[in-house]
Nanobody, 120 residues
Framework: QVQVVESGGGLVQAGGSLRLSCVVS????????MGWFRQAPGKEREFVTEIKSDGKTNYYVDSVKGRFTISRANAKNTAYLQMNSLKPEDTAVYYCAAKTRAGIAPYDYWGQGTQVTVSS
């Protein structure tokens, strides 16, 4: 079993910043593609961004481009999502996920989510 644990969510005012962390158990973290998703109240889960095992970022959803940055620290088994210039519409539960294959392969392991609330 691979465990994925997010942290760093909370309440922030519009224009502020948060950094989410995602710690993954096991010895294979450096080989995983890591992704961040979010689900706002009453809406479907949305793919936000991902980073491959080689450090290349494949995608940012248009609504977060220029504001969010994904990164990873393989020595710490940790992925990050830096969120700047936050907007009320960024309010959602944010989920971290990992997959063993790059490209269009589905994600294999999921965290429980961390709440991000942005007030106006």
């Amino acid at each position: 079993q691979v465990q994925v644990v997010e942290s760093g969510g909370g309440l922030v005012q519009a224009g502020g910043s948060l950094r989410l962390s995602c710690v993954v158990s096991g010895r294979s973290f450096s080989a995983y593609t890591m992704g961040w998703f979010r689900q706002a109240p009453g809406k479907e889960r949305e793919f936000v961004t991902e980073i491959k095992s080689d450090g290349k970022t494949n995608y940012y959803v248009d609504s977060v481009k220029g504001r969010f940055t994904i990164s990873r620290a393989n020595a710490k088994n940790t992925a990050y999502l830096q969120m700047n210039s936050l907007k009320p519409e960024d309010t959602a539960v944010y989920y971290c996920a990992a997959k063993t294959r790059a490209g269009i392969a589905p994600y294999d392991y999921w965290g429980q989510g961390t709440q991000v609330t942005v007030s106006s």
